[in-house]
């Protein structure tokens, strides 16, 4: 209860709300596919903050979870004809569960050695789409324009996708927050700081990573379904798409790994830069590089990210920021 009070509770939620309202209250199609750019950022950065930033755990494949949610909600409308809502629903258990067995395996693994072993497992992912004929192979699934008749129209559909990845934004954000403040977080930043003093002092560590890993992959094979729904096709580049895990590593370490507020700023930042990059004659073709310089750069000068930056250079923000 006492948490209720906090400004630093309310902070994002509030940002991520006006945010998300901004486009609902002008009616503008042009800012809502803005917003919904940062938003989709907000969301990717938040659920891998939850892996990442609380248990210290690199992973450069978190995309995958985005891709195999993506082609499992779009394989159940296209070809079972589900609605949105229970496509979306198995796009992001369809996620856990692979994360789940996933992380029984892989987790044992540490340091270089996850990190790589994530990357595998994406390329992995894509090869295999890249053949499964059900899932098109690689042309991909395109959904059939009659699909969204059901939904009131194409531009009702965008709207309602719009609604759908804003309130998921928020659950992100409150999930992060109770993760943060519960005993489990508690023992994930015991073995982010050390993990063989955690297993020592009563944490049980595999299982414990093994849950935050599917926690963290739930959210983005939701976004997954939510986007290629939105998109109305799936192609195994874009849906296993390195690069994305890449910028999903900066977003959090530019606003502060294992802080809630941080993957909303460093998300919304960088898509920001990004959308800069894109439409740079200069930049365009080389946003990778950019963004592993811009991780260097952080990890050199600014480790603790925005928000811990702020938290130690201007002393009335601190009650704001966590």
Not at 23 to 51: D, H, K, Q, W, Y
Not at 139 to 166: E, K, P, R
């Amino acid at each position: 209860m006492k948490r209720l009070t906090r400004p630093a509770f309310w902070l994002p939620f509030v940002l991520v709300a006006a945010l998300g309202l901004w486009p609902i209250i002008t009616g503008n199609a042009a800012r809502r596919e803005m917003v919904f750019s940062l938003l989709m950022a907000i969301i990717l950065a938040s659920s891998l903050n939850i892996l990442l930033g609380y248990t210290g755990y690199v992973s450069f494949g978190h995309v995958v979870f985005f891709g195999i949610g993506g082609y499992i909600g779009m394989y159940c409308m296209d070809v079972l004809s589900w609605h949105l809502a229970l496509a979306v629903l198995a796009g992001g258990l369809s996620a856990g569960v692979m994360a789940f067995l996933l992380g029984t395996a892989i987790l044992r693994l540490k340091g270089a050695y996850f990190a790589l072993a994530t990357i595998g497992v994406n390329e992995a992912a894509r090869a295999f789409a890249n053949a499964f004929q059900p899932f098109g192979g690689p042309i991909g699934m395109t959904l059939n324009f009659h699909v969204y008749d059901s939904y009131g129209g194409a531009g009702n559909a965008l709207w309602m996708t719009f609604y759908a990845t804003l309130i998921l934004a928020l659950i992100v954000i409150l999930a992060s927050t109770w993760v943060k403040d519960s005993k489990f977080g508690l023992g994930l930043m015991s073995i982010r700081e050390n993990e063989g003093a955690a297993e020592v002092m009563g944490v049980d560590a595999p299982a414990s990573k093994t849950w935050a890993y599917v926690v963290s992959a739930i959210f983005p094979g939701i976004l997954g379904a939510l986007f290629f729904f939105k998109n109305a096709n799936i192609e195994p580049g874009d849906a296993f798409q390195l690069q994305r895990s890449v910028e999903m590593i900066v977003m959090v370490m530019l606003g502060g790994l294992g802080t809630v507020l941080g993957p909303v700023l460093g998300g919304a930042g960088y898509n920001g830069l990004r959308g800069f990059l894109i439409v740079s004659p200069l930049f365009k073709n080389v946003q990778l590089a950019v963004a592993g310089t811009l991780l260097l750069l952080i990890v050199l000068f600014v480790p603790a990210g925005v928000v811990g930056w702020l938290r130690q250079h201007v002393q009335p923000l601190r009650s704001w920021l966590e």
